[in-house]
């Protein structure tokens, strides 16, 4: 069964550090490229982040630009994903999904990025409080 399942959410402090991972079961996920999405309640779903599957990433929303970096765990069929400085815009629902097809590299707008995803993971929530 082809899967993928976000976990690392939780309670982070103001000014602190998220750390998520995307866990994918039924097939290889380095042979993908996978995307990181995020949905405040009231607000549309955004992009953040997407590493392709030669690993060279590409980030969105400029509220995360110089704060996020995404890698891959090939040993544990997973892709990572650090967000420092968290503050209350932070918080919301953290999404991955794969980009498709298989070897698709990520695209450079978030727009097109919508367009190529595959599968989508059941989200894990971010709450950012002191």
């Known amino acids: 069964q082809v899967q993928l399942v976000e976990s690392g959410g939780g309670l982070v402090q103001p000014g602190g550090s998220l750390r998520l991972s995307c866990a994918a079961s039924g097939f290889r996920l380095g042979d993908y490229g996978l995307g990181w999405f995020r949905q405040n309640p009231g607000k549309e779903r955004e992009a953040v982040s997407c590493?392709?599957?030669?690993?060279?990433?590409?980030d969105y929303t400029r509220r995360t630009k110089g704060r996020v970096a995404i890698s891959r765990d090939s040993a544990k069929n997973a892709v990572n994903l650090n967000l420092d400085n968290v503050d209350a815009e932070d918080a919301g629902t953290y999404f991955c999904?794969?980009?498709?097809?298989?070897?698709?590299?990520?695209?450079?707008?978030?727009?097109?990025?919508?367009?190529?995803?595959?599968?989508w993971g059941q989200g894990t929530q971010v709450t950012v409080s002191s």
């Open positions: 590493i392709g599957p030669t690993d060279f990433s590409t």
């Open positions: 999904a794969t980009v498709v097809p298989r070897g698709r590299p990520c695209p450079s707008s978030e727009s097109d990025l919508l367009k190529v995803i595959g599968v």
